[in-house]
Nanobody, 115 residues
């Protein structure tokens, strides 16, 4: 079993920055992919960014050039640096991890961007 715990959410003004962190623990040998999703009430959860243990990344079009995902394999931690934040980035952000797909989920952390 794998546990993932997010931290770093909060309230920020538009144009500001936040950094989210997510630490994985437990059966970490079963982790290859780690990523961030976000969700607003009444909407589907969407992938924001993902990264493999080898460092391959992918991003949603809406965050390309503004968000950067990185990973410290030694610490089993993934980060999401969010710059130039917009009100539409407001959501609950979830960390996810797994071997070939996202199987393990954190509880989520709220990010609110005020205009």
């Amino acid at each position: 079993q794998v546990q993932v715990v997010e931290s770093g959410g909060g309230l920020v003004q538009a144009g500001g920055s936040l950094r989210l962190s997510c630490a994985a623990s437990g059966s970490i040998f079963s982790i290859n992919v780690m990523g961030w999703y976000r969700q607003n009430p009444g909407k589907q959860r969407e992938l924001v960014a993902g990264i493999t243990s080898g460092g391959m990344t992918n991003y949603a079009d809406s965050v390309k050039g503004r968000f950067t995902i990185s990973r410290d394999n030694a610490k089993n931690t993934v980060y999401l640096q969010m710059n130039s934040l917009k009100p539409e980035d407001t959501a609950v952000y979830y960390c996810a991890a797994g071997l070939l797909r996202y199987e393990y989920w954190g509880q989520g952390t709220q990010v609110t961007v005020s205009s």
